[in-house]
């Protein structure tokens, strides 16, 4: 939970000010980070549980390594929900100036 916070918070300050992001979009984002990966772990505990031909050492290997599972996906899920309105919305592209002359989609995939 902590991580994930920490991870909502920091796509969030490193997203492209250039135009307002509700802070739906923010919540979402932390939301469905959190959530994917409570389940990850929480699923794969279950499995590992579950798996009765492993012996006790190995499934104790194996049960420290799910938070990273858990965590790298949650990464994932985060990044694209705090940047989905970027990419389909696009962002401000900006003369030498500037001053504002478009927005553009193919920019955000670049940034």
Request: aromatic share 4%; glycine share 6%.
């Amino acid at each position: 939970w902590l991580n994930q916070s920490h991870n909502a918070c920091v796509n969030y300050a490193n997203r492209n000010a250039t135009k307002p992001t509700p802070t739906a979009k923010f919540l979402q984002g932390y939301v469905g980070a959190v959530t994917s990966a409570v389940s990850i772990a929480v699923g794969l505990r279950m499995l590992i549980d579950k798996a009765n031909k492993l012996n006790p050492s190995t499934r104790m290997i194996i049960q420290r390594l799910v938070p990273f599972p858990a965590v790298a996906c949650a990464n994932i899920c985060n990044v694209g929900l705090m940047r989905h309105s970027e990419l389909s919305e696009g962002i401000n592209v900006l003369d030498s100036d500037g001053h504002v002359v478009g927005s553009s989609r193919i920019a955000a995939k670049h940034v």
